[in-house]
Every structure is written in structure tokens, then in C-alpha cells.
Nanobody
Framework: QVQLVESGGGLVQAGESLRLSCAASGRIFSINSMGWYRQAPGKQRELVAGITHGGSINYADSVKGRFTISRDNTKNTVYLQMNSLKPDDTAVYYC???????????????WGQGTQVTVSS
């Protein structure tokens, strides 16, 4: 089994910054891609940013130039640096990872429990 534990959410004012972290632990052989999704009230969950094991990155258009995703493969951890936050960024942010199990080397998808980010105007 694999667990994803997120941290770093909170309440900030528009224009401020937050850094989210997500650490994966458990029976991990390797992690393929890692990423961050968000879900605002009444809206569907959407991809914010993703990063592959090799470092290829993609961002949602709405966060390009403001958010930066990175990962530390030695720590099985992914980060999301969020700058110039806007009220529209308010949502629950979820960590996502595609993990190869050390038990059977099969790939499975895992989600974190979510962390609330609230940006006031």
C-alpha cells in the first residue's frame, strides 16, 4: 500500500504565496508521474500541474507563470510553489501519483487526502 501525505495549505491574501508538499511512502518501487489537482466548490477536479520522473512538466493555462512544480525523487516528494495567488485559486488541492509497487511491480494511481487553499481578496 502507498500513502500520499500533503501539507502546506492555508489561508492567504491575494498576491501572496504558498508552498504545498506531498510525500509518498509505503511499498514503492518507483514513481512515474506526480502531480497536483484542485477542486473548487461546485466544480470538477482539474489538473494544476504534473511532472514525470524524468522531469517533463505541464501546467494548466490558468497557473502558468505563477505556479512551479518540482519533485525530489530521492524523497518521493512533489512540491507546488504557488505565487501571486488569486481568489480563483481557492480550492482543495490534491496530490496524485502513479506508483509502481515493490510487491508486484504493477502501476497504480494514488491520491492524497487534500489540503485546503483559500485566497482572500
Amino acid at each position: 500500500q502507498v500513502q500520499l501525505v500533503e501539507s502546506g495549505g492555508g489561508l492567504v491574501q491575494a498576491g501572496e504565496s504558498l508552498r504545498l508538499s506531498c510525500a509518498a511512502s509505503g511499498r514503492i518501487f518507483s514513481i512515474n508521474s506526480m502531480g497536483w489537482y484542485r477542486q473548487a466548490p461546485g466544480k470538477q477536479r482539474e489538473l494544476v500541474a504534473g511532472i514525470t520522473h524524468g522531469g517533463s512538466i505541464n501546467y494548466a493555462d490558468s497557473v502558468k507563470g505563477r505556479f512551479t512544480i518540482s519533485r525530489d525523487n530521492t524523497k518521493n516528494t512533489v512540491y507546488l510553489q504557488m505565487n501571486s495567488l488569486k481568489p480563483d485559486d481557492t480550492a482543495v488541492y490534491y496530490c496524485n501519483a502513479l506508483v509502481f509497487s515493490s510487491d508486484d511491480y504493477r502501476q497504480s494511481e494514488y491520491w492524497g487526502q487534500g489540503t485546503q487553499v483559500t485566497v482572500s481578496s
